[in-house]
């Protein structure tokens, strides 16, 4: 599951004269509220917990999502009185059920990746980590210096300075942040933790080209009404990578199947180099046949505890799984989803998409991973080991590759 936590209970009083009937996340911009855009940019991130920390006309907020957005899980995090930024995140992490957590605010749209987000501050071993944004003349804000490891060595006050990367105020929290560190009810989590507990907390930072606004001042909030009016927010520009399975994360077994956790071996190059790839995609998936449950081999059950386990190992070293999805049939049944037929990829851009599909990828091991690639238009990458020696003469993928290592350069040709 991954959860993320809305801070919507500003008062906002910079528009009040504008929205005098309504809390700021609610806000119209070009014919939606804000919130609107920002939920629907976290349900293309694969969001599906929603916790808001509100306050300020509340029941405005409350009716609006129950109205727009009844099928999700929603939770709310109601304050009888200002509790700071720090004292909002504190209570909505009684909420959670993860280990991390998305914090946002309701005011601002920064639409990144979460997925590259969340891996590097797995990969770093943040307690938090901050979205920054290179600004130009960032007056309004202030801005970081960060080491060559994406350590935050300093938070600068606001200056006259020519550029600098600022707090875009995007968020990835460990959930057992204060569990330790004890605070009051009330504080600012800018001020009392990330400025002045910099040497306690391990805070890193993650950079970012995308596009930001925050709404919270007149001046972007009427720019905000002709800027969004003009872009088409949704997720058919995003890129997603299709990965198989054995042969690729694992070792492939010939004349067999993984039958059990013992027999799943990684293979080498997964938590070398993988992570660094698939951070670059919006989406990341695993598409693979099982024929071994058709065959009665192993059950449904024991291949979801196998890929329970799969998912955890990968978690670990920053490479996040949006879905695997398998197809159990034997051949002979002649399905619509066993690869090299398409099914398992159309299904994915039916839960997730649309995509960007000529740029997005597939790596396979088997001439029927390249030629499912093909037929739906993604690029096609094969891998070679020691044991499909005779792989890819006729189907003929994009790239090939032996190791990981080469995807660097692969990413570099197809600019992701």
Not at 2 to 27: F, M, N, Q, S
Not at 320 to 336: F, M, Q, R, S
């Amino acid at each position: 599951m991954r959860e993320a936590i809305i801070l919507a209970g500003g008062l906002g009083t910079r528009l009040r004269h504008l929205v005098p009937d309504l809390p700021k996340a609610l806000a119209p911009v070009a014919g939606h509220p804000f919130l609107h855009y920002l939920m629907t940019y976290l349900l293309e991130q694969n969001v599906d917990h929603f916790i808001f920390s509100i306050g300020y006309k509340k029941e405005a907020i409350i009716e609006f999502v129950n109205r727009n957005f009844q099928h999700l899980k929603c939770s709310f995090v109601e304050e009888d009185s200002p509790l700071g930024t720090g004292g909002a995140i504190k209570s909505a992490l009684k909420y959670t059920s993860e280990d991390l957590v998305f914090v946002l605010n309701a005011d601002t749209y920064f639409p990144i990746s979460l997925n590259y987000f969340e891996a590097e501050c797995r990969r770093n071993k943040f307690q938090i980590s901050i979205a920054s944004k290179l600004m130009e003349k960032p007056y309004r804000y202030g801005t970081l210096d960060v080491d060559h490891n994406q350590r935050v060595l300093q938070f600068k006050e606001k200056a006259e300075i020519s550029s600098g990367f600022i707090n875009a105020g995007v968020y990835a929290l460990r959930t057992n942040l204060f569990e330790e560190e004890k605070m009051p009810e009330v504080f600012s989590f800018e001020k009392d933790v990330l400025e002045k507990k910099l040497d306690l907390f391990s805070i890193g930072s993650s950079k970012f080209e995308e596009f930001f606004i925050d709404i919270g001042i007149e001046e972007d909030f009427i720019r905000a009404q002709s800027l969004f009016k003009n872009m088409n927010i949704n997720s058919k520009n995003k890129r997603a990578l299709f990965l198989d399975r054995d042969g690729v994360i694992n070792t492939l077994i010939p004349n067999d199947y993984v039958k059990t956790w013992s027999e799943f071996k990684f293979c080498d190059d997964v938590f070398l180099h993988l992570a660094d790839f698939t951070k670059r995609f919006d989406f990341v998936f695993v598409i693979t046949n099982q024929q071994c449950i058709g065959k009665k081999i192993i059950t449904s059950d024991t291949l979801d505890r196998i890929h329970d386990m799969m998912l955890i190992e990968l978690k670990s070293v920053g490479v996040i799984l949006n879905k695997i999805y398998y197809c159990p049939h034997v051949t002979a049944e002649n399905c619509d989803c066993r690869k090299p037929k398409t099914g398992m990829l159309k299904q994915a851009v039916e839960d997730f998409g649309p995509f960007d599909i000529q740029n997005s990828v597939f790596i396979g091991d088997s001439d029927s991973d390249i030629q499912a690639a093909k037929e739906f238009g993604l690029i096609s990458i094969g891998k070679r080991h020691d044991k499909n020696h005779d792989a890819f003469i006729k189907t003929n993928p994009n790239y090939v590759i032996e190791n990981f290592s080469s995807l660097k350069t692969i990413a570099k040709e197809i600019k992701i």
